[in-house]
């Protein structure tokens, strides 16, 4: 045997199988897809300031726009990031209800320590009647 050659020691258990190289990922469709992380993040959190910051309605269906403007540049499917969506809208469901409970000075209606607030019922109103125009 030559001197030249390196002998190979093959495990018991991987003696007879053949390997073969991973196959490539195929390209990705999107141009967000190939960002990384970090900048993802900021450019969420960017966007989630500037819908915070809207004060008046009219400007509301603008927001929309680039929302979808963005979401459709992105290539993601619409049905799965609707569903993806109704977890965090089930997580305010609560704050909005409880909204009537706790903001506020002028009061409706009183049982014992439950009051109903007026400032409240206008904060959550307006919370659905913007959820409802998106």
């Known amino acids: 045997m030559p001197k030249d050659r390196a002998e190979v020691v093959i495990s018991p258990e991987l003696r007879?199988?053949?390997f073969s190289p991973p196959a490539p990922l195929p390209p990705s469709p999107a141009w967000l897809h190939r960002w990384q992380a970090l900048?993802?993040?900021?450019?969420?959190?960017?966007?989630?300031?500037a819908c915070a910051q809207v004060?008046?309605?009219?400007?509301?269906?603008?927001?929309?726009?680039?929302v979808a403007?963005?979401?459709?540049?992105?290539?993601?499917?619409?049905?799965?990031?609707?569903?993806?969506?109704?977890?965090?809208g089930a997580l305010l469901i609560p704050f909005v209800a409880l909204l009537p409970l706790v903001v506020g000075d002028t009061i409706?209606?009183?049982?014992g320590s439950l009051a109903l607030r007026w400032e409240g019922l206008e904060r959550g109103g307006l919370h659905q009647q913007r959820c409802q125009r998106q």
């Open 16 to 18: 007879g199988r053949q």
């Open 39 to 49: 900048p993802k993040l900021v450019g969420l959190g960017a966007l989630m300031a």
């Open 55 to 66: 004060q008046r309605l009219t400007l509301l269906p603008l927001v929309w726009v680039l």
């Open 69 to 88: 403007l963005l979401w459709a540049l992105s290539g993601l499917p619409l049905r799965q990031g609707l569903r993806r969506l109704a977890a965090p």
């Open 108 to 111: 409706l209606w009183r049982w």
